[in-house]
């Protein structure tokens, strides 16, 4: 069973930046596309990036610019680095993982979350 933990969250200023990684343990994230989502209380869940095995990546079209998706597989790990953030980034930030070549539409496997809370 592929579990996935999120870190690096935390309160930030505006303006601030901050990444956030995606693990796993026992398990090869090679093959799999990763997804990092957010959802913010009241509001529904927001898809911000993807990215596949070989490092082809996919945006939301409201966050490509200030979010940059990466991986690096010595590590297993993915990331999610986040810059000049706003107040309404303030979210739970999640990430995904799919065993498929591309950036799919769903996602099998979900972390727990992390928060993100931007804040002066």
């Known amino acids: 069973q592929l579990q996935l933990v999120e870190s690096g969250g935390g309160l930030v200023q505006p303006g601030g930046s901050l990444k956030l990684s995606c693990t796993t343990s026992?398990?090869?994230?090679?093959?799999?596309?990763i997804g990092w989502f957010r959802q913010a209380p009241g509001k529904e869940r927001e898809e911000i990036a993807c990215?596949?095995?070989?490092?082809?990546?996919k945006y939301g079209d409201s966050l490509k610019g200030r979010f940059t998706i990466s991986r690096d597989s010595a590590k297993n790990t993915a990331y999610l680095q986040m810059n000049s953030l706003t107040p309404e980034d303030t979210a739970t930030y999640y990430c995904?993982?799919?065993?498929?070549?591309?950036?799919?539409?769903?996602?099998?496997?979900w972390g727990q979350g992390t928060q993100v809370t931007v804040s002066s």
């Open positions: 990215i596949t095995f070989n490092g082809r990546t």
């Open positions: 026992g398990i090869s994230l090679d093959r799999y596309a």
């Open positions: 995904s993982a799919r065993h498929i070549s591309y950036c799919p539409s769903e996602f099998d496997h």
